[in-house]
């Protein structure tokens, strides 16, 4: 299936590495010239790099999206890097030391650095990039929600559960705001992902997890990227203010020790 994404131009948010970095992949491929960015100035622009020695045309613009300035500059730059911006997929976010405990044990600090870099992020980029899209009559902005949502939360994540839920919310109330204009915002929702940051897990916490998915295994990078783009092409252009779920059919949580 042609995608129609040949010539379009990208903005990745948190493509470094990850999710971000397999959905600029994917949409390369497709033929879309990528922009990425994140706040790893090395890392951005060694998968750049990586991008035009694969034959991708790749620009990089490194920078803070959860900041206002940092998201007006990144849109900017990733705008005028290839003249025009069609596609924004908010990726970037925290996570680490400031998830893990119980809301009555948060610092203040743990529940506002997860809603600014997840949520934040995903409001200003949007609100920066659709002038963009609306100069080329085209746009798609696919956000980042999680299956904490879909599956009600689980405990030690409420700022994190907080911020993809206003991911979602988001959403659905801006894709009613610019569907009108051919600009379409939908949001994934994906389970666990295969990434560096499950490598880290014991064996016995990943076997815990495969174990209560239907599908017996956890999502792979590329996986998530192929639904990106999708959302992202010409096929997907009556898909608007949609949530896809991408958890393997896990709804529920019953972690145990995970």
Same mark, same amino acid.
């Given at each position: 299936?042609?995608? =129609?994404?040949?010539?379009?131009?990208a /903005?990745?948010?948190?493509?470094?590495?990850?999710?971000?970095?397999?959905?600029?992949?994917? /949409? !390369?491929?497709?033929?879309?010239?990528?922009?990425?960015?994140?706040i790893?100035?090395?890392?951005?622009?060694?998968?750049v790099?990586?991008? @035009?020695?694969a034959?991708?045309?790749?620009?990089?613009?490194?920078g803070?999206?959860? /900041?206002?300035? =940092? +998201?007006?500059?990144?849109?900017?730059?990733?705008?005028?890097?290839f003249?025009?911006?069609?596609?924004?997929?908010?990726?970037?976010? @925290?996570?680490?030391?400031?998830?893990?405990?119980k !809301?009555?044990?948060?610092?203040?600090?743990?529940?506002?650095?997860?809603?600014r870099?997840?949520l934040?992020?995903? $409001?200003?980029? @949007?609100?920066?990039?659709?002038?963009?899209?609306?100069?080329?009559?085209?746009?798609?902005?696919?956000?980042?929600?999680?299956?904490?949502?879909?599956?009600?939360?689980?405990?030690?994540?409420?700022?994190?559960? +907080?911020?993809?839920?206003?991911?979602?919310?988001?959403?659905?109330?801006?894709?009613?705001?610019?569907?009108?204009?051919?600009?379409t915002?939908?949001?994934?929702?994906?389970?666990?992902?295969?990434?560096?940051?499950?490598?880290?897990?014991?064996?016995?916490?990943?076997?815990?997890?495969?174990?209560?998915?239907?599908?017996?295994?956890f999502?792979?990078?590329?996986?998530?990227?192929?639904?990106?783009? $999708?959302?992202?092409?010409?096929?997907?252009?009556?898909?608007?203010? @949609?949530?896809?779920?991408?958890?393997?059919?896990?709804?529920?949580?019953?972690?145990?020790?995970?």
């Amino acid at each position: 299936m042609d995608l =129609g994404l040949d010539g379009k131009v990208a /903005l990745v948010t948190g493509a470094a590495r990850g999710i971000g970095r397999a959905e600029a992949l994917v /949409l !390369a491929a497709e033929g879309a010239r990528i922009v990425v960015n994140d706040i790893d100035p090395e890392g951005a622009d060694a998968f750049v790099r990586e991008l @035009a020695g694969a034959g991708h045309a790749a620009a990089v613009a490194v920078g803070d999206v959860s /900041l206002e300035d =940092g +998201a007006r500059r990144v849109v900017a730059e990733a705008a005028a890097a290839f003249g025009r911006l069609d596609v924004l997929v908010n990726n970037a976010g @925290a996570g680490g030391r400031h998830l893990g405990r119980k !809301a009555e044990d948060l610092d203040i600090e743990d529940f506002d650095i997860i809603v600014r870099t997840h949520l934040r992020s995903t $409001f200003l980029c @949007a609100k920066h990039a659709i002038p963009a899209m609306r100069a080329g009559g085209f746009g798609r902005i696919v956000n980042t929600s999680s299956m904490n949502v879909t599956g009600g939360g689980r405990p030690g994540v409420t700022n994190y559960s +907080a911020a993809k839920a206003g991911i979602l919310g988001f959403t659905r109330t801006l894709a009613k705001e610019v569907g009108a204009e051919g600009i379409t915002v939908n949001a994934i929702a994906p389970g666990y992902v295969a990434t560096d940051f499950i490598a880290t897990f014991s064996p016995e916490k990943r076997a815990v997890i495969t174990g209560q998915n239907p599908i017996g295994r956890f999502c792979q990078p590329e996986e998530v990227g192929a639904l990106v783009a $999708f959302l992202c092409s010409q096929q997907a252009a009556f898909i608007n203010g @949609a949530l896809i779920c991408m958890d393997g059919g896990k709804r529920d949580f019953h972690w145990g020790d995970a």
